[in-house]
């Protein structure tokens, strides 16, 4: 089991910034893939970014790509999510997720979650 915090949630105006991120305990994740996932009310919980146990492999949504890095940091136990020239259809509750080795883009092929986060973008 790995226990996952995100922190980095906010109001932000359109065009700003932020970062998440999510620190790990429990167990290091230097061997798990790693992603993010958000859900707006109404809406069903969709992929955002994923990157893969070694860092070498990333996959963005084609909402967000140009807009959000991932990255992580094996030091710190820590994945995080840059958040740049946000939209207000980028408000939602960001959850992060980590899976053994590969990364996924579905919901369901993520066993451990995070409370969420969450961002409100304005116009």
């Known amino acids: 089991q790995v226990q996952l915090v995100e922190s980095g949630g906010g109001l932000v105006q359109a065009g700003g910034s932020l970062r998440l991120s999510c620190v790990a305990s429990g167990r290091t994740i230097s061997n798990y893939a790693m992603g993010w996932f958000r859900q707006a009310p109404g809406k069903e919980r969709e992929f955002v970014a994923a990157?893969?146990?070694?860092?070498?492999?990333?996959d963005y949504a084609g909402s967000v790509k140009g807009r959000f890095t991932i990255s992580r940091d094996y030091a710190k136990n820590t994945v995080y999510l840059q958040m740049n020239s946000l939209k207000p259809e980028d408000t939602a509750v960001y959850y992060c997720a980590a899976r053994y080795y590969s990364y996924s883009v579905y919901v369901n092929d993520y066993k451990d979650w995070g409370q969420g986060t969450q961002v409100t973008v304005s116009s």
């Open positions: 990157i893969s146990w070694s860092g070498r492999n990333t």
